[in-house]
């Protein structure tokens, strides 16, 4: 703090001086006469004038000069000594140096002492607390810390005003503000008081701010749904079951699947080439490209296998689609890939299938690799992954028949060796059909087989015949909308959010409102198209293509639901399966960490506990708690998944309620689930 001056003495009075210019005394500036602070650094041009003897400080009325900028140390340690000045004497009788350039030299300590009045001498300094938490633990415990301190905050605020109520001068609670405590004891009288008391305000302030920061992410994380009506209180409009289009062929989705290499693409693109789908520019182009790179007997397969990657290795990755017609069907054709790295893209083909066509390679040795000598191969995984999603009708290609000279024995081989664990799997004899064919030749494709010694024993019809013979899927329309999202696509008639998928239930239909899950965002459906032709509605059943408006397309995402707005899907992280665990070598352990794939999810789980094994004939529990399962066991097991799906149980609706299990690159078990736990939102 400076010394008042006289009361005849104004603050801006101009300092005396010779005339002609005048040097800076911090930074040695030449300045202009009429200039009364340095230009360079704005240190005045006389600080004596400003300054009287500090002796001074404690009678005068403590002013400063707004207009200065330099702070009350600075003026002190920089004050230069004139005629007029005084030896400056410090608190307990020190007196300071002056060195060569007349300036008074002393320990901050003194300077400070001196300099500040005796209120603000007064600092009151709290010890640091360790009995509660500091702003790094906060941030480190996160939300655990701000419910501690929205506690602490409620009981200081209602002790204060009961104190308040009952009697002003009762003293704060010390067990709640240790603060406030130490404030009182040494700081006293009214000054420690009004400290005190702005302490008190700044944390509740500071956890006030916390506290909202906080909350308002929570409001975020959780998508603002209302509660949902009961599914048995829904009924279909109208529309769902008459419509414009009721005469259009029913779809038929058709999945391709098999062990790889065992000729699938090759299938599809001779059927669609026989069936006028594919023109013959496109078929000439690619018997030359497939020339070029030396793989002539890959030009059919190229129709299905249209990306650059697919092409040079020369197996397919993705699920390729096409359509065709039959007599009954529309049927939307599925070309899923059979290398094992690949099983996942081949599941998002499975999941939407109403039927399968299961290639197999009949030649010697293919067969073999593809049922799994060491281990389970593609045949069979395809086989148990196709039925674990609930296929129940599927048609056996046995391709490649050219190359055992259409053998009788052969083919009877193959069928009594995969019958044998089709039947395992759970298909009825009944339901499968066996077709003996050769697609490069194309023998029993679109047509009767006429190679003689194909004609001689067979007694099916052609693979064609097979497919429309097929019985029609049911199709639920009885309940609310369905629609898992196969995959956000980019289109530019559908707009800038588009999705694809397949309707398991319910119907869809131009200008509707939809529930987008898990986010619980609305959005409005423009444009539905099937097969590249504009539809006003779609029903169970029908794979569409959908154009989203209204809604954001972070809400979007494979994985995710479309539903009808007051009968959202569920959503949950924890489950309950019912499980048939495969020919796995490796027994299964709680905390086993596996892929969990429900329609067209994926996500990372994690498996709780076993609840308890079951007998497979009869379906009831065998042993409660059982430390392990080993190959061909069911049980009843609780899984935890690393982030919330979109989920219903088996019983309320069979397509979304079937999940299967894999680890390190194999399917190890399949199932159903058996409940869906509720997430219980915390409470603070």
């Known amino acids: 703090m400076f010394v008042p001056k006289s009361d005849n003495q104004s603050d801006l009075e101009e300092p005396r001086g010779s005339s002609g210019p005048w040097q800076c005394s911090i930074c040695a500036q030449e300045n202009d006469t009429g200039l009364i602070s340095c230009e360079l650094c ?40 004139g005629p007029k000045s005084k030896a400056v004497v410090f608190s307990d009788g020190f007196k300071g140096n002056k060195n060569a350039t007349g300036y008074t030299q002393a320990s901050l300590d003194a300077l400070h002492k001196t300099y500040m009045t005796h209120k603000q001498r007064r600092i009151n300094i709290v010890p640091f607390k360790f009995d509660i938490p500091s702003p790094d633990d906060m941030v480190s415990t996160g939300l655990k810390s701000s419910r501690h301190l929205r506690r602490d905050f409620v009981d200081i605020t209602v002790k204060k005003v009961m104190a308040d109520d009952d009697d002003p001068v009762t003293e704060k609670d010390t067990n709640t503000d240790p603060s406030s405590a130490m404030n009182l004891d040494e700081a006293g009288g009214s000054s420690s008081s009004v400290a005190a008391d702005s302490q008190d305000k700044t944390l509740a302030l500071d956890n006030e701010l916390q506290n909202l920061s906080l909350e308002r992410k929570t409001k975020n994380k959780k998508a603002k749904i209302k509660k949902p009506n009961h599914v048995s209180q829904y009924k279909p409009e109208r529309w769902m079951l008459q419509g414009e289009d009721q005469e259009m062929p029913r779809q038929l989705n058709l999945a391709i699947v098999g062990h790889v290499d065992s000729g699938k693409s090759t299938l599809c693109g001779r059927l669609l080439h026989a069936l006028g789908r594919i023109s013959k520019k496109q078929m000439h182009k690619n018997e030359k490209e497939a020339k070029e790179k030396g793989k002539g007997s890959f030009a059919y397969a190229w129709a299905m296998d249209e990306s650059a990657d697919e092409r040079a290795r020369g197996i397919t990755m993705t699920v390729g689609v096409a359509y065709f017609d039959t007599k009954n069907y529309q049927v939307n054709l599925l070309d899923s890939p059979g290398h094992k790295d690949f099983v996942p893209n081949m599941i998002s083909g499975v999941t939407q299938s109403d039927a399968a066509v299961l290639v197999v390679d009949a030649s010697i040795g293919s067969f073999e690799s593809g049922m799994g000598i060491n281990r389970v191969g593609q045949t069979k995984e395809h086989a148990q992954l196709i039925r674990s999603f609930g296929v129940e009708h599927l048609i056996v290609a046995v391709n490649k028949m050219d190359s055992v000279e259409y053998s009788e024995e052969r083919f009877s081989y193959v069928k009594s060796q995969l019958g044998i664990f089709l039947r395992s799997c759970g298909y009825k004899e009944s339901a499968i059909s066996w077709v003996p064919l050769s697609a490069m030749e194309n023998e029993n494709l679109v047509a009767p087989a006429s190679e003689t010694r194909l004609t001689s024993w067979i007694d099916g019809s052609c693979l064609l015949n097979a497919i429309d013979s097929l019985p029609p899927p049911h199709r639920d329309v009885s309940k609310p909308l369905r629609l898992p999202i196969c995959d956000v696509i980019s289109s530019h008639m559908l707009g800038q959010v588009a999705v694809c998928g397949k309707v398991v239930s319910g119907a869809i239909r131009s200008d509707s409102k939809v529930l987008v899950m898990p986010a619980g965002e609305l959005a409005t459906v423009r444009i539905i ?120 149980e088996f019983s309320a609706m069979k397509a979304l309620g079937r999940v299967f299990l894999r680890s390190q690159g194999s399917t190890i078990a399949v199932g159903v689930v058996t409940r869906v736990h509720e997430v219980q939102e915390e409470v603070a």
Do not use: W
């Open 42 to 81: 704005g240190v005045l041009r006389d600080l004596s004038l400003y300054f009287n003897n500090a002796n001074e400080a404690e009678g005068g009325d403590k002013r400063r000069n707004k207009h200065s900028g330099v702070s009350v140390l600075a003026r002190s340690l920089f004050t230069p000594s």
């Open 529 to 648: 198209e099937r097969n590249s032709s504009r539809l006003n509605l779609a029903r169970a059943g029908d794979n569409i293509a959908i154009g989203l408006q209204g809604i954001d397309p972070i809400h979007v995402m494979s994985g995710g639901f479309l539903c009808h707005p007051d009968y959202p899907v569920s959503v949950s992280s924890s489950l309950e399966l019912k499980i048939l665990v495969l020919d796995i070598t490796v027994p299964i352990l709680p905390g086993l960490q596996f892929e969990l794939h429900i329609h067209h999810a994926k996500v990372s789980a994690g498996l709780v506990r076993i609840v308890s094994l079951l007998d497979q004939k009869t379906g009831k529990a065998s042993a409660k708690k059982p430390r392990l399962l080993s190959a061909r066991q069911a049980a009843i097991v609780e899984v935890k998944l690393e982030r919330e799906v979109c989920v219903e």
